[in-house]
């Protein structure tokens, strides 16, 4: 399974000035079960912001420029080779891309599921997940959260079961 990992506002803003525009205690909770014991795949700034691999998870940063290696962590220099090498080194594990904008954007083709966590905000900005085409998923909504900046997880399954 591949899958896209993100979490975005009413406007997609995904990003700003390198960071996630918003701090909203529990609402990383579906990422950290989801790609724990599996794999993430993330752009270099992306990774460079967390600053190490995460723990319990597999990390191929995707870089022309860096190398990035241990136990837990490889890198590859294209979205491509980031799948095959996650395919090779943790086969059977699930795959999560997880941004930023560039791996979203050629990512969607590749992905049987986008897991998106709705944030009812409207962030400062400058990283966006792009347009996907709606149509070609099934919507579920599996949680949304109150709180401040209420929040809800859903999940868009690709009809043609890719
Ligand atoms: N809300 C969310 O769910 C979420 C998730 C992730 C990130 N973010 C936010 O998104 C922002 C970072 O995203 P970003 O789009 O600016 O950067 P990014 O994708 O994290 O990193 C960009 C870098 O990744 C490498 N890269 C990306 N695509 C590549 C490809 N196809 N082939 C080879 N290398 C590739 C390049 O590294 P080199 O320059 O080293 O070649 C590129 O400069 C931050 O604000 C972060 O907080 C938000």
Redesign the pocket.
């Known amino acids: 399974m591949i899958g896209i990992?993100?979490?975005?506002d009413k406007n997609r803003v995904?990003?700003?000035?390198?960071?996630?525009p918003w701090k909203i205690k529990g609402e990383q909770r579906r990422f950290r079960e989801l790609t724990t014991g599996n794999v993430v795949i993330?752009?270099?700034?992306?990774?460079e912001?967390i600053g190490r691999p995460l723990p319990n998870r597999f990390t191929v940063v995707?870089?022309?420029?860096?190398r990035f290696e241990g136990e837990d962590c490889a890198t590859a220099?294209?979205?491509g080779e980031a799948v095959e090498l996650a395919e090779k080194l943790r086969p059977g594990k699930n795959i999560y891309i997880?941004?930023?904008?560039?791996?979203y954007r050629?990512g969607i083709a590749l992905a049987d599921r986008l897991y998106v966590?709705e944030v009812e905000t409207e962030a400062e900005g400058d990283?966006f997940f792009p347009a996907f085409p709606e149509q070609d998923y099934i919507k579920t909504v599996d949680e949304r959260v109150e709180g401040e900046i209420p929040f809800t997880y859903v999940t868009y399954t690709r009809k043609d079961g890719k």
């Open positions: 990992i993100v979490a975005y995904i990003g700003s000035k390198g960071r996630i993330m752009g270099r700034r992306t990774y912001e995707v870089s022309r420029t860096g220099s294209s979205l997880s941004g930023g904008a560039g791996l050629e966590t990283t």
